[in-house]
């Protein structure tokens, strides 16, 4: 068979069948194999039918009776016979049998009412679909059992051959989220098979079915709840007194899955709620509420009942004002009003508690021991009784009108203008209804301060907790003094004095360079004018370069400190006292604005030194309030904003003049002098700097770049052609790039120290130097940068062997003297003719104590009146562009002071021609007179009635 089962042959089924007839009877039991319980779905039905597929004769012969012939479809020898076999008609075509052993199973559940909300009585349709056709018997008594409150459907009833539609009636109690059929239950009488006759077996199975669309609901919700706009519970006094009125809002109270919310007026319609509820007319009121659900469910009267609102309207104002008897103004002891009268105005007569209070915003500072008040932020007023004796007796006051009355004491104060901020009661009585009473808004006109601009100052006006601020550098410096009131200027003076302590970051520094001007103020002291010497200070950036700073300035002794305590006594004397700024109140630079005090330092109160300690001294009785009370002494420590520049010193050492002794009162001892001085320049080979800055505890970092101009670069000038003109200037040293290195205080740091080719101790190794340094001082998150440009500059002077005037002849007044005898001086200027235009310049054309003595010896064997020899000057003083021109003198005792007694000028050469060879700083300059034009002496010098000077 198609089903793996098999038929077998009956050959007794009868007498008209089986051997030796047409119609053989083969016979099939169901239920002999697996197969039978095929798929019931199945879309063609004869694929479900039963078959023969094959015949197996095992030995048996098919013949035809009458011929003998065996049947060619079960020839073994045949290869057709499976095709034969097909042709033949079989089972399937003849007969429609199917094997069914299967029960019938449910399929599915469905909805077939839509999703939504169901309350009591509300009928849901749901349909239960089995696997394949069955035949039910007593369909009604067939029931869907669901997860909530033992619910189950109420009617059943068939629908086509697989199906069975439910009725679901919601009852009272019966509440779910989401619909679920957990069970098909039955009473007796309902029978389900299918078409073969096998038994629904599916009864009280758990199912699992769910419809969350489906939701039961039949609990009816609670009332809205009442609520202000801030969410609060609204209770309405009985009456509300109140021009506007009152409004409500509502919440769902708690419920879920609300549909609406409405109120009614009155028993009035019922209204949806959407927002605000406002009530403003006069009147008797009943507001109820309710509200519906998804379900349709509706709060029940009861509800509505319990949750319902009654109060009176009455719009006539309950509190008109709180006032004063007193009027507007301001108020101290210094007053003739020392009492505020207040009042408090109803539109009713009212009935507060007897002792009632109100709570004022006067702040009060205890100003000594008899003073009972308690330092506080505000004070408590009783409100004066106005009621009659039965009203006492039973513990109320009662009045359209109350008063309080507040006592003016010395530390009391209103921080703006006086007001009531609170009452101590919540309620009072209206025609024996409580009715709750607050205290109006601040902007609402019923206020006290807005009915009365009344302000109370007592005490002195003080300077408010960090009321003192200090903004701004140098100039632009303004201070700032809050006080706890507005105050207006009266007079006095206001200082800052600077701090002078032991530590660093407190300790007064002089200055370290003077202008003209403070120097000629301050030189009437000794000490500060022994402690300064004119001179030249600091440079200007100029791109990558330096430019020195020529201005003439008086700068402190290099030997000096700036924290030199004699100094620093001088400059803080009591007739100097340059630590001190003294500020006039009633000045121009000081303003007053409500609570400020503004000084706008200025250039005529600027303070001495950015970011020092000052401290600052506000003088009692300088500022008034507006009732007259004048201010308390306050002293404040300030700092001042910035740092000051660093200022780099630098000590320019000179030669020194060695040999001189004896007397010096006749030309035989000077001559004597004259032969042994030498011009010493091995101490000018170095120069030192030290670096101040005025800022107490100001962080010093320098940084220097050194140029030697020597070799290749030296410049020369000669007499090759004395008419020509000298131009070349070597490049100057740059601005160093890295300026980190820690300076410590009142450190003395060498130039051009410690590398040998830096050295000057000979003429061949004297060369001119460039350097440029930087420094920075660091302090309240500021740098400000400091430039100074050293140079050492070198002027060389060769005599050669024409350089002699063989016809000179001595002269009487310098008897014993003799060219040889005499040494070689540099004169000049920083122009090439007249006056110096610099103050001040180290060489001078007609001042002897300017003169500088060159080094150097005449050459051996050239006789009384030949100036053969090589002869050099050091400096580190030239600071711009030098003509100079060399004289030969003598050498006195007082030439380091005062220079050569007499001396003799180069009578040719190139004095005519002094602008062609300027002499720059740092600059190595050979000035030769080795070769003339015309092979002749170029008659530097004689003194034979030509040239002489003295002084």
């Not at 029978?191 to 969350?212: C, I, K, P, Q, R």
């Not at 207040?342 to 009632?356: H, L, P, Y």
């Not at 101490?683 to 962080?699: E, H, Y």
């Not at 500088?852 to 005449?858: I, L, N, T």
Request: charge should be negative.
């Amino acid at each position: 068979m198609n089903n793996g089962g098999t038929a077998t042959y009956k050959a007794d089924y009868g007498d008209d069948y089986g051997n030796g007839h047409a119609i053989h009877v083969f016979e099939y039991t169901v239920g002999t194999v697996s197969a039978e319980s095929s798929e019931k779905d199945t879309a063609d039905i004869s694929d479900k039918c039963l078959s023969v597929s094959s015949i197996d004769l095992n030995g048996a012969v098919w013949k035809d009776i009458d011929t003998d012939v065996t049947d060619a479809i079960y020839n073994p020898e045949d290869s057709n016979n499976a095709t034969k076999f097909a042709a033949i008609p079989n089972l399937k075509g003849n007969r429609s049998i199917i094997i069914d052993r299967k029960a019938p199973a449910i399929k599915t559940i469905s909805k077939v009412t839509s999703d939504g909300w169901y309350k009591k009585d509300a009928s849901i349709l749901l349909m239960l679909e089995f696997d394949e056709a069955v035949n039910i018997t007593n369909s009604s008594k067939m029931k869907l059992k669901f997860n909530h409150n033992s619910a189950e459907t109420s009617n059943a009833e068939e629908s086509g051959s697989k199906y069975v539609l439910f009725t679901y009636n919601v009852a009272a109690g019966h509440n779910a989220d989401s619909l679920e059929v957990i069970k098909l239950e039955k009473e007796d009488g309902a029978v389900v098979t299918d078409m073969a006759g096998n038994s629904f077996e599916g009864w009280g199975n758990n199912l699992s079915y769910s419809f969350d669309g489906i939701h039961i609901d039949t609990t009816a919700p609670k009332a809205p709840k009442f609520v202000t706009e801030s969410g609060t519970e609204w209770e309405p006094d009985d009456v509300i007194f109140d021009s506007d009125g009152t409004s409500f809002y509502l919440t769902n109270n708690g419920e879920t899955n609300i549909e609406s919310m409405e109120y009614s007026i009155e028993e009035g319609s019922w209204i949806t709620y959407s927002g605000k509820v406002p009530l403003s007319n006069d009147g008797q009121y009943t507001v109820k509420v309710r509200q519906t659900d998804k379900a349709g469910n509706v709060t029940s009267e009861a509800d509505i009942n319990d949750a319902a609102k009654s109060f009176i309207i009455d719009k006539g104002q309950l509190l008109i004002r709180i006032t004063a008897e007193t009027v507007s103004g301001a108020y101290s002891k210094n007053t003739n009003t020392q009492v505020i009268k207040g009042r408090i105005e109803f539109g009713k007569t009212v009935q507060i508690e007897k002792e009632a209070k109100v709570t004022l915003n006067v702040k009060h500072t205890k100003q000594g021991e008899s003073d009972s008040k308690p330092n506080s932020d505000t004070q408590d007023v009783e409100i004066i009784e106005c009621n009659t004796d039965t009203a006492k007796a039973n513990g109320y006051a009662e009045g359209n009108v109350f008063t309080f009355e507040f006592p003016i004491t010395e530390g009391d104060k209103t921080d703006g203008y006086l007001d009531v901020t609170a009452f101590s009661f919540s309620k009072v009585k209206v025609q024996g209804k409580e009715v709750a009473i607050s205290l109006p808004a601040e902007d609402n006109s019923k206020r006290f301060k807005n009915n009365r601009s009344i302000e109370i100052l007592t005490g002195k006006p003080q300077v408010e907790t960090d009321g003192i601020s200090l903004t701004g550098e140098g100039e632009s410096a303004v201070l700032t003094v809050t006080f706890d009131r507005d105050i207006t200027k009266v007079g006095g003076e206001i200082t800052f004095t600077q701090f002078n302590d032991s530590t660093d970051a407190e300790k007064y520094h002089i200055p370290a360079v003077l202008s003209v001007d403070e120097y000629n103020e301050l030189k009437s002291n000794a000490i500060i004018a022994a402690a300064y010497e004119k001179g030249v200070n600091g440079a200007t950036r100029n791109g990558t370069s330096l430019v020195n700073d020529t201005t003439t300035k008086y700068i402190l002794n290099f030997d000096k400190n700036d924290t030199d305590t004699d100094l620093v006594s001088a400059f803080t004397s009591e007739t100097i006292h340059r630590h001190i700024v003294t500020v006039p109140v009633v000045s121009s630079n000081v303003s007053t604005n409500g609570k400020d005090l503004t000084i706008t330092l200025g250039k005529s109160y600027k303070l001495p030194v950015k970011g020092a300690k000052y401290t600052l001294s506000i003088p009692a009785n300088c500022v008034t309030d507006k009732v007259q009370n004048k201010n308390a002494i306050k002293s404040e420590t300030v700092t001042a904003a910035g740092v000051e520049a660093p200022v780099i010193r630098m000590y320019k050492p000179s030669y020194e003049l060695t040999g001189i002794g004896g007397s010096t009162t006749t030309p035989e001892n000077i001559a004597e002098n004259t032969k042994a001085a030498v011009a010493d320049m091995t101490k000018a080979q170095s120069a030192q700097i030290r670096i101040d800055c005025q800022t107490p505890g100001a962080t010093i970092k320098y940084g220097s770049t050194p140029l030697l101009i020597n070799g290749s670069n030296n410049t020369k000038v000669t007499t090759v052609n004395t008419r020509g003109k000298f131009t070349t200037k070597t490049p100057d040293a740059t601005i160093p790039a890295t300026i980190n290195t820690n300076y410590t205080a009142n450190s003395k740091i060498p130039l051009a120290s410690g590398n040998d080719s830096y050295k000057v101790d000979t003429y061949d190794h004297a060369f001119g130097m460039k350097i440029a340094i930087a420094a920075t001082a660091t302090a309240n998150g500021k740098t400000e940068t400091a430039y100074e440009y050293a140079a050492r500059t070198v002027l060389k002077f060769h005599i050669g062997t024409y350089s002699g005037d063989g016809k000179g002849s001595t002269s009487a007044d310098i008897t014993g003297l003799t060219f040889k005898d005499l040494k070689v001086w540099v004169i000049g200027g920083d122009s090439a003719y007249g006056s110096n235009t610099l103050d001040p310049f180290p060489l001078s054309w007609g001042k002897s104590s300017d003169f500088k003595m060159m080094a150097g010896s005449h050459t051996a064997n050239q006789g009384n009146d030949n100036m053969t020899g090589n002869w050099y000057w050091v400096t580190w003083d030239i600071t711009a562009a030098t003509y100079h021109g060399f004289i030969i003198g003598d050498v006195p005792s007082d030439a380091v002071a005062h220079g050569p007694t007499t001396w003799f000028v180069g009578e040719c050469c190139w004095v005519p021609l002094k602008e062609n060879y300027p002499l720059y700083p740092g600059e190595t300059v050979i000035m030769d007179t080795t070769t003339t034009d015309d092979g002749t002496p170029a008659f530097l010098f004689r003194y034979k009635n030509k040239g002489t000077s003295t002084r």
